[in-house]
């Protein structure tokens, strides 16, 4: 354990109080809930991780709508601006509008990027984002999935055109479903390389396939791993066989996790039978990797994850490997889905990956 090591968590109050879904708990807006943030930040305390002085905890930054455009049209900004004053609304694809929506959309892209420049400056070793509502799936002129501004779209764009940072960066996005916001935004780019481990259709079709690897200049940098619903602990890693070594040559300056808990056994939206032993397992391996690759500069960013017992035990379990700390995971996560393993279909599934990736990287 490193006395020395700093962590910093950015949050506000708001995040836990404020955009309440106008709806029954049985509906699928519902989910995204200041409940969300609240269980996380309760759990901490319970455990006196907020008062250790290795935790820094820090604020969003104030961001204005001349920010948010840089990733958003002008059209889609006054959109949620207008719903947002009139107090209710739905749009695009599973997106609820409050009063508060436009604030705390707003204030989460505050918090994601205070995460990123908060490493980057190097006040803190790594950070982690405990924001919402979530980004990954907002477009440029559209909210979607429960997701109103690109909260990491947002924030590497404001390093570039505000900070002239024009580094590469390197997002790996572990939420239950695939970041289509974040790849369209960066899916001609070289110098933003998107990873994403995701729930897959392999019946119906979806998005986020293994040929989905980038256009131009960005071929080979976006990178899918879609899995079948049902994977356990046993399998959730294996993606770790083709990350390590397009990270090792492609070495980011900074590693940002969209940090979705979505494949957690108890998600309500997730079909997969995750504890949070494989977040900090992942934790760890991201965390050496980073150590060799960018000093290990990662910033943690909130995503999807609706489990009120689920969720606080993850984030705990990523702080602790943070820490470099050994954590035990809760009683109520003994179960043995050993069972339920997809070793054969992912198994398959990285062989055509690589075979596809072959072409860009040495695996």
Request: glycine share 6%.
């Amino acid at each position: 354990m490193s006395e020395k090591k700093k962590i910093g968590i950015i949050t506000d109050e708001d995040f836990a109080i404020l955009n309440v879904p106008p709806f029954p708990r049985t509906s699928f807006f519902a989910h995204e809930h200041p409940l969300r943030i609240k269980s996380i930040l309760d759990y901490l305390d319970k455990v006196n991780l907020l008062n250790d002085s290795r935790i820094i905890l820090k604020e969003p930054i104030n961001v204005d709508e001349s920010i948010i455009k840089l990733a958003h049209s002008q059209y889609h900004i006054n959109t949620i601006k207008r719903l947002s004053k009139f107090g209710y609304g739905i749009i695009g694809d599973e997106v609820f509008i409050t009063q508060d929506t436009f604030y705390l959309a707003k204030k989460a892209v505050g918090g994601a990027l205070q995460a990123l420049k908060c490493v980057l400056n190097g006040d803190v070793d790594h950070a982690l984002a405990l924001i919402r509502p979530p980004g990954h799936h907002a477009l440029r002129e559209k909210a979607s999935g429960l997701c109103i501004f690109n909260n990491i779209a947002n924030s590497i764009l404001y390093l570039r055109k505000k900070l002239n940072y024009y580094k590469k960066i390197a997002i790996i996005d572990i939420d239950d479903h695939f970041g289509d916001g974040i790849a369209q935004y960066f899916y001609e780019d070289p110098d933003v390389l998107y990873f994403s481990i995701h729930e897959f259709d392999f019946e119906e079709g979806d998005i986020g396939f293994i040929d989905e690897l980038g256009e131009g200049e960005g071929l080979g940098k976006n990178i899918n791993f879609p899995v079948p619903q049902g994977i356990t602990d046993d399998d959730f890693l294996e993606f770790t066989d083709i990350l390590h070594p397009i990270l090792t040559q492609y070495r980011p300056d900074l590693v940002i996790i969209a940090c979705g808990f979505d494949m957690y056994w108890d998600d309500k939206i997730g079909n997969c039978l995750l504890t949070s032993y494989s977040y900090y397992n992942f934790t760890r391996w991201i965390l050496d990797l980073a150590r060799t690759t960018c000093q290990g500069k990662i910033a943690f960013i909130l995503e999807g994850g609706y489990s009120p017992i689920g969720v606080p035990a993850c984030v705990h379990s990523i702080i602790k490997a943070l820490l470099d700390e050994e954590y035990e995971r809760p009683e109520f996560e003994y179960i043995d889905f050993s069972s339920e393993s997809k070793e054969e279909e992912i198994a398959k599934i990285k062989e055509v990956l690589k075979k596809e990736l072959g072409k860009y990287w040495s695996l």
